[in-house]
């Protein structure tokens, strides 16, 4: 990342009162001095030019190079070889804390959720960010409707018809920063339009739960098993909407098969209730046929939500909902509320990114490359750790291992980190008590070439247990 | 804006079932056949070649040729010049709506809070967006600390200090989508620390009231004379905390002075009440010495609150809040539970634009520029509505002109709009009836050169009257 750099003719904020009886020169040293202590004015950076300054403030020059010698002499600043005046570097101890690691150190990273991220596509994304800062019109970076770019709710559409079997409509797409806002503010238009129970996955996402409940929905857990949700005990849930990760369970990896699916269907039908589709990692499937959004079978019912972060990156934080006609109001609304809409360039770069196939291109790159991650990983499994179970490896980035009885699963994750790989546990995603162990194999951020080595490390855990 | 163009190797979401009576070949043409008149498939879009959807399909490439010629001669699909198969052009009837126009034609713009646009600097901008492309680690693609990026976070902390005389620390202060997710921000921290009534300015804006009433806010206004909010009047009003327009109070362009900035932290000290300091276009000054934040006096007491809205364009929706140690991390987590943090990339550029001095480039450009047109606007009104008093006119990107008793406001913002000109009036900003009229003029979108006609149809409006 660059370096504080600044030109000679950066800008100070140094009020001076010509009533003052104490000289301006006096009144610019004291302000210096204190800026350069408090780090206001940050060591190393450089000063205005004595001319500049003296301009900026409309008083003498003299009156600035009286001060600059000053505060040199007392060490506050150093000359530059090239004649500009600088903070001098040990002028102030630093005080702000260094940035906590973003993460301890992980030999192998098998934490869920991750795409990998050495993969990102730079240059194409340059090259659609630098069409849109040719092409897009001045006014697209001014106030604009909270929904979202056109460009990009129109190339949404199109995408999601195509390769999920969606029922999109440019009207009926929203724009929002990444799934968990788009998440937010479904569980924000559905409290306000009266909902008061969500029912969730038993496993699931525990923050998204905690957002929904932060929310002032009270959650209501649906067991999962070898089909995915429960859809069964819904009707006696008594819940105003249900939150359902269809084509790729997480974490249990289960796919939700056409009976369920219809069952949910007439479930939302039949109850004027409400399909939160958390379609989010769709686009990577290995063994089976893809399965179409179920959306595409009851879009007055069904808000279907998406998002870059498993497909591109989480740091775009671009999501998308595609919503029913008679909530989509409501939902923008919430949007414009919450932020006024999400950063133009980023979905106008999106949308070039889209309706050229480059998202296409990036997936079939990246689809193979997966595949034989999630391969090396089942047969790295079953070579070393073969009591364990794999299940819902056919897609996504990630697979689940159910654990045998006797092995503990929180002492299987500790172990596991203090030999350097970090692995998820089941426990903490569930809701009812007492369920299953597993861990969470994700797979999209480790290197293939890695994987054995990883396993092999976890099952030395595993067997000193 | 790019055209939908599909590469030949998309992918089609085109479920066969092989145990069923029906022949593939027949699956194959309804299901591309509804997929077209749904519009799953868009109008020109290009279809697979039949060698890429066999392949796909895991199907015999006879089956696709034998569909595509069956819906060719149906007249959904059609054949391109290449030998390259699309969907007609003609094969649905459009049954999306056109999108509605981003606001009406205006031929002069002086509606307030929108720089001049065509100004953004788009060429520096990219080379921000370049640099991260090619520098920035892998991992600042993934998910990191809701509160934003360090590299910005430290950057604008060195910004605010140099240039508007903060306190600012990279540890306090807080990357939001815009100024208006940071308001809301604050609004739901202090609703969940307690506050039940905030202070607002009246004259204010009426959306950010707005949302912040829907916080669960009571909102409370406080007269604003020709020196800013009346802060004697703040003791009487018993709120929690109090959103302040210091440096160039909006809509009426005053200048809080030093004692009812002194008043203000005595009375924030004296109650553990709250600050907001809404800075939101400090940096364009015409005629006067600079003022620094308040925030610079009680950092204990304020949050201080820009963004890039002004100084670069709103569609960057960049924001950032410096917050007293008491109240960040209950910001940064309401953060997010937002939306888990801001987009990367756009943060990771403005740290590069402001650490390489652009910002302050763009600054310097852009003064003139604006102090030209406020000269233009000044001698316009003084020229063809002398019965006018523009006030607030030292700095922003807007000033204030009251209206005499006898002008009705509402009818000439009505009959201006009818000439063409979009003006605003201060009765929407108004919170307590019976307030004194006045036009207010936005001159940061509007030429130089187009002001002296726009005030001359406006006079003629008025003297139509």
Known sequence: MPRTKTSSALELLVPLRRDDPEPL?????????????????APTSTLPSTRAL????????????????????????????????RVARAAIAPNTPTPASVAAAVAFDFRPGRPDLDEFPRAPWLRSIRRVLAEAPSERFGYLDGRGMPELREALATY????????????????????????????????????????????????????????????????????????????????????VTSAH??????????????????WA?????????????????????????????????????????????PGLRLGWLVAPVSLVERISAAKKTADLGSPALDQLAFADFLTRG?????????????????????????RHLPMLEPVGASAGLHLLAWLPRELDEA???AGAEDAGVAVSGLASRQIAPGGRAGLIFGYGAIAEAAIDEAVRRLAGVVTRM
Do not use: W
């Open 160 to 243: 999601l018809n195509r390769v999920r079997g969606t029922v999109a409509d440019r009207e009926l797409t929203v724009v929002c920063t990444g799934f968990a806002q788009g998440l937010h503010l479904i569980a924000e238009s559905a409290v306000a339009a009266g909902a008061r129970r969500a029912a969730v996955e038993d496993p699931s996402d525990p923050e998204y739960r905690a957002m929904m409940a932060g929310c002032g929905l009270e959650i209501v857990g649906i067991p999962v098993d070898h089909a995915g949700m429960r859809v069964d005990l819904l009707d006696r849930a008594n819940v105003d909407l249900v939150v």
């Open 411 to 413: 002492a299987i994750v």
């Open 269 to 313: 039908s039949g109850r004027a209730g409400l399909i939160v589709e958390d379609d989010y990692d769709a686009e990577f499937r290995y063994d089976r046929e893809p399965i179409g959004a179920i959306q595409g079978l009851c879009s007055e019912r069904v808000i279907y939500a998406g998002s870059a972060s498993k497909v591109l990156a």
């Open 358 to 382: 480059e998202l296409d291109r990036h997936l079939r790159r990246m689809r193979p490359i997966y595949r034989g991650r999630r391969d090396a990983l089942l047969a790295a499994l079953h």
């Open 249 to 266: 369970q997480y974490p249990t990896g289960a796919v939700l098969p056409p009976e369920r699916r219809a069952a949910l269907v007439a």
């Open 54 to 85: 003296a301009h900026q403030l409309a008083i003498s020059r003299g009156i600035v190079v009286e001060a600059y010698e000053q505060l040199l002499a007392e060490g506050y600043l150093a000359s530059r070889p090239g004649g500009s005046t």
């Open 25 to 41: 020169h006096r009144q610019l040293e004291r302000q210096l001095r204190d800026a350069v202590r408090t780090g206001r004015l």
